[in-house]
């Protein structure tokens, strides 16, 4: 059964920085491509980054691009996004979510959340 | 800036059929899309509803299927259910890497 838990989120003051992790079990984690999926409260669904399952290819929304990376851990099976350069427009709960294979999400985890605030 | 668009809401009665729609404000929605949609109650992680335009995913009852509508990708609900009452996004895949969620559509079962 797949299992995804993020943690690492909290309250950072604009300009700051938070670094989210994604425990992944229950699946071949290796093998898997992973996003990063955020929503802001009260708001819709907003994709964020995606990393392939071998780290040689990962992509960002224009909303993140050049202060969000994403990374992986395969030996630990862990899903990292370091946040910099945090604005308020950021506060949202993140999901992590496994890629499917058919440029889909098929498993999401229960989410962290994130509060940029002064 | 391309944008996917969505009803922003919708209703149904009981046992009817509704058909959410997935469209692009700029262009054609095509399988080459790959859409995908997504069901989410309050206070709940998103649940996978429909890949690859049609594909249910694993679990998913047969009362939901997906498919292309003109210029649109479409979610159908045939005899909706009172816990069908949910927000429903679509996801397309733009290519370079790229994905979209529509706004989501709020449906309400009456």
């Known amino acids: 059964q797949v299992q995804l838990v993020e943690s690492g989120g909290g309250v950072v003051q604009p300009g700051g920085s938070l670094r989210l992790s994604c425990a992944a079990s229950?699946?071949?984690?290796?093998?898997?491509?992973m996003h990063w999926v955020r929503q802001a409260p009260g708001k819709g669904l907003e994709w964020v980054t995606f990393?392939?399952?071998?780290?040689?290819?990962?992509s960002y929304a224009d909303s993140v691009k050049g202060r969000f990376t994403i990374s992986r851990d395969n030996s630990k099976n862990s899903l990292y996004l370091q946040m910099n350069s945090l604005r308020p427009e950021d506060t949202a709960l993140y999901y992590c979510?496994?890629?499917?294979?058919?440029?889909?999400?098929?498993?999401w985890g229960q989410g962290t959340l994130v509060t940029v605030s002064p | 800036q391309t944008v996917v668009t969505q009803e922003p809401s919708f209703s149904v009665s009981p046992g009817g059929t509704v058909t959410l729609t997935c469209g692009l404000s700029?262009?054609?929605?095509?399988?080459?899309?790959?859409p995908s949609w997504y069901q989410q109650t309050p206070g709940q992680a998103p649940r996978t509803l429909i890949h690859?335009?049609?594909t249910p995913s694993s679990g998913v009852p047969d009362r939901f299927s997906g498919s292309i509508l003109g210029s649109k990708a479409a979610l159908t609900i045939t005899g909706a259910q009172a816990d069908d009452e949910s927000d429903y996004y679509c996801?397309?895949?733009?290519?370079?890497?790229?994905?979209?969620f529509g706004g989501g559509t709020k449906l309400t079962v009456l």
């Open positions: 979510a496994k890629d499917g294979g058919y440029w889909e999400f098929d498993s």
């Open positions: 229950g699946f071949s984690f290796s093998s898997s491509g």
């Open positions: 990393i392939r399952h071998d780290e040689s290819y990962k």
């Open positions: 700029s262009g054609s929605v095509s399988t080459n899309n790959y």
């Open positions: 690859s335009t049609n």
């Open positions: 996801v397309l895949s733009m290519g370079g890497g790229i994905w979209l």
